[in-house]
Nanobody, 120 residues
Framework: QVQLVESGGGLVQAGGSLRLSCAASGSISSISVMGWYRQLPGKQRDLVASITRDGTTTYADSVKGRFTISRDNTKNTVYLQMNSLTPHDTAVYYC??????????????WGQGTQVTVSS
């Protein structure tokens, strides 16, 4: 089992930046893909960004050019740098990891979520 601890959420003005962190512990050797989903009230949880162990990244179209995902394998930590934030980015952000690429987002471990609020 993998435990995930998220940090970095908070309140920021439109146009500002936040950096989310997610530290993994437990069965960390089994992690292949790490990434972030977000969920707005009344909506499903959708992919924000993901990154594989070798550094291959995937981004939702809505965040391309503004968000950057990275990971530090020595620290078992994944980061999400969020720039040019808008109120549309207001959501609960969840860190997730998966043992296999094809199961990412469907099977694996999830963090408790961290609230990001962007004010206008």
């Amino acid at each position: 089992q993998v435990q995930l601890v998220e940090s970095g959420g908070g309140l920021v003005q439109a146009g500002g930046s936040l950096r989310l962190s997610c530290a993994a512990s437990g069965s960390i050797s089994s992690i292949s893909v790490m990434g972030w989903y977000r969920q707005l009230p009344g909506k499903q949880r959708d992919l924000v960004a993901s990154i594989t162990r070798d550094g291959t990244t995937t981004y939702a179209d809505s965040v391309k050019g503004r968000f950057t995902i990275s990971r530090d394998n020595t620290k078992n930590t994944v980061y999400l740098q969020m720039n040019s934030l808008t109120p549309h980015d207001t959501a609960v952000y969840y860190c997730t990891v998966s043992r296999y690429t094809f199961t990412f987002g469907r099977s694996g471990s999830w963090g408790q979520g961290t609230q990001v609020t962007v004010s206008s």
